[in-house]
């Protein structure tokens, strides 16, 4: 893991505790990290906790595991969970808690990481928390913590939408003929060639495009089919149902996005019954 191999975190200095033996197993035997038989011990006396189970496991269980090693203000709850605000590890005795959205180039150490804290981190601990994370690829600190659920649909999902793409185009290559290993080859480095070259020009991504279409060319037909399939459109709804189901899972409003205006009111209906009960149950809020 980067975070050892860079010499970040020593990896004596490190404790695992995972649900399943195999994987604690496999952690120590690859990497030289300690492991422990509970929640509890593998918190003892840690300055860093390091939250990366699945959102639907951080049931009230969990949490109470948490806070029998009593972390108060002497751990840091560092998340890496998709969907969950950092009010929730409250629950597990945490007073310090950062939330972050990585992304899994990050275990090779090329990942994006966008990550905020509560106020109460001194300047010291947000340093060794960005060199944490640094550790992993490129890191982006938000002082508003709702940036955490864009991001989450940006680059926390985004290597999905790239490797969905890289997909579709070696399937074409193949198609047309290319065998796959070598179509896999100039789709992979087409893609890696084509970030870097992004990055090093810093050009707005619409003049690189226009820079290899020539007026009535290969790039300009297959550009207006992507454009006749409503290609950019397609990208953004999905984008956008990303960051939707960040914030259902989050317990926050996903009335957001193109079309979906919040509309409050009341109805009530009018019955032909003199009863004040039936004319009270006409009323409906709409949300």
Same mark, same amino acid.
């Given at each position: 893991h &980067?975070?050892?191999?860079?010499?970040?975190?020593?990896?004596?200095?490190?404790?695992?505790?995972?649900?399943?033996?195999?994987?604690?197993q496999?952690?120590?035997?690859?990497?030289?990290?300690?492991?422990a #038989? @509970?929640?509890?011990?593998?918190m003892?006396?840690?300055?860093?906790v390091?939250?990366?189970?699945? &959102?639907?496991?951080?049931?009230?269980?969990?949490?109470?595991?948490?806070?029998?090693?009593?972390p108060?203000? $002497? @751990?840091?709850?560092?998340?890496?969970?998709?969907?969950?605000?950092?009010?929730i590890?409250?629950?597990?005795?945490f007073?310090?808690?950062?939330? +972050?959205? &990585? #992304?899994t180039?990050?275990?090779i150490?090329?990942?994006?990481?966008?990550?905020?804290?509560t106020?109460?981190?001194?300047?010291?601990?947000? $340093?060794?928390?960005? /060199?944490i994370?640094?550790?992993?690829?490129? +890191? %982006?600190?938000?002082?508003?913590?709702s940036?955490?659920?864009?991001?989450?649909?940006?680059?926390? @999902?985004?290597?999905?939408?790239?490797?969905?793409?890289?997909?579709?185009?070696?399937?074409a290559?193949?198609? %047309?003929?290319?065998?796959?290993?070598?179509a896999?080859?100039?789709?992979?480095?087409?893609?890696?060639?084509?970030? /870097?070259?992004?990055?090093?020009?810093?050009?707005?991504?619409?003049?690189?495009?226009?820079?290899?279409?020539?007026?009535?060319?290969t790039t300009?037909?297959?550009?207006?089919?992507?454009?006749?399939g409503?290609?950019?459109?397609?990208? $953004?709804?999905?984008?956008w149902?990303?960051?939707?189901r +960040?914030l259902?899972?989050? #317990?926050h409003? +996903?009335?957001?996005? &193109?079309?979906?205006?919040? %509309?409050?009111? $009341?109805?009530?209906?009018?019955t032909? @019954?003199?009863?004040? #009960?039936?004319?009270?149950?006409?009323?409906f809020e709409?949300k």
């Amino acid at each position: 893991h &980067p975070l050892i191999e860079k010499g970040v975190q020593p990896a004596n200095q490190v404790t695992v505790f995972d649900a399943v033996p195999q994987t604690m197993q496999h952690l120590a035997e690859t990497y030289g990290v300690q492991t422990a #038989n @509970s929640i509890p011990e593998a918190m003892a006396d840690a300055d860093l906790v390091l939250c990366a189970v699945k &959102p639907q496991n951080l049931t009230e269980q969990f949490f109470a595991e948490c806070r029998k090693a009593n972390p108060a203000d $002497k @751990s840091i709850m560092l998340s890496v969970i998709a969907g969950k605000p950092s009010e929730i590890y409250q629950q597990g005795g945490f007073s310090k808690i950062v939330r +972050s959205m &990585p #992304n899994t180039p990050a275990t090779i150490g090329q990942g994006m990481t966008v990550w905020s804290c509560t106020p109460n981190l001194t300047a010291d601990e947000r $340093k060794k928390i960005r /060199l944490i994370l640094s550790s992993t690829g490129k +890191s %982006m600190y938000v002082d508003d913590e709702s940036y955490i659920d864009i991001a989450t649909s940006i680059s926390g @999902s985004g290597p999905a939408y790239v490797f969905f793409f890289m997909e579709s185009m070696i399937d074409a290559g193949v198609h %047309m003929g290319f065998p796959r290993d070598k179509a896999a080859t100039l789709v992979y480095h087409t893609m890696l060639g084509s970030v /870097l070259y992004a990055i090093e020009t810093g050009e707005h991504p619409a003049i690189l495009r226009n820079s290899v279409t020539s007026p009535n060319g290969t790039t300009a037909s297959a550009l207006y089919e992507l454009e006749n399939g409503r290609f950019r459109t397609v990208i $953004k709804d999905a984008m956008w149902a990303c960051y939707r189901r +960040s914030l259902e899972m989050g #317990n926050h409003d +996903s009335n957001v996005g &193109p079309g979906r205006h919040a %509309m409050t009111g $009341k109805l009530q209906l009018s019955t032909d @019954s003199d009863d004040e #009960n039936d004319e009270a149950e006409g009323h409906f809020e709409l949300k």
